[in-house]
């Protein structure tokens, strides 16, 4: 978890030590003893905490293999009724996704690692590890139940990318030849359907979620 921006590389080590120090015993810290299993803050007091020292507006989950809509809001079922949410409690905390938080704007975006790949400058900093940024991993401890016994689990969460590249420049990738997906709406003979020349129908993040929370 490094960056050349001095603002961002303080948000990751604040988020660190939250992480690793904070639930841990000062006592035996200040006595030189180790851990053998050091504490990790709940799910619950980290999401919190990340939502407040990032400034998390608004949240947006990608959906990589949507042409119209290659990011969905995140929407939550509570007593019959649906409702968008921008807390990022809702947002699905697993080993394989990328929490990109675009920190001028407030905003995070839960990314699949197969929506990374078909963004070039996030594929050569997050994927092929170019250039001296990296992400930070989350961890937390989860509580679990086994024949009525209560245990604390360490869990593996999302990497954390803080930037702040404009979101325009995010351009998409273009597909390679062999990848051969037919718009086959409306089309009654489907060996007639053009063949889609870009994975979205926009050029950049930007434009998607502006047209997509426009609409």
């Known amino acids: 978890m490094t960056s050349n921006d001095k603002e961002i590389q303080t948000l ?15 006592d035996d810290e200040a006595e030189g003893k180790v851990q053998e299993h050091p504490k990790k803050p709940k799910f619950w007091d980290l999401h919190v905490y990340l939502q407040k020292i990032l400034g ?3 949240i947006w989950q990608s959906n990589s293999i949507n042409y119209k809509k290659p990011f969905i809001e995140v929407r939550v079922h509570k007593n ?16 394989n996704t990328y929490f990109v938080v675009f920190i001028e ?31 930070l991993r989350l961890k937390y401890s989860s509580q679990l139940y086994r024949n009525e016994d209560e245990f604390q689990m360490i869990m593996e ?15 998409f990738d273009k597909p390679n030849d062999d990848w051969y997906i037919r718009e ?10 053009p ?18 929370e426009w609409y």
């Open 105 to 135: 704007y407030g905003l995070l975006i839960s990314m699949t690692i197969n929506m990374i790949r078909k963004v070039p400058i996030l594929r050569s900093i997050l994927l092929d590890e170019n250039g001296n940024d990296k992400p």
């Open 12 to 26: 990751y080590n604040k988020i660190n030590n939250f992480i690793y120090t904070t639930f841990n015993d000062g």
């Open 184 to 193: 086959c709406k409306n089309f009654h003979e489907e060996d007639k359907a």
């Open 80 to 95: 019959d009724r649906t409702y968008c949410s921008n807390n990022i409690k809702d947002l699905t905390w697993g080993e």
């Open 195 to 212: 063949i889609l020349e870009t994975y979205f129908k926009y050029n950049n993040i930007e434009e998607a979620i502006v047209n997509i």
């Open 157 to 171: 969460g999302p990497k954390l990318y803080i930037t702040r590249l404009p979101l325009h420049s995010l351009l």
């Open 56 to 58: 998390i507006e608004k």
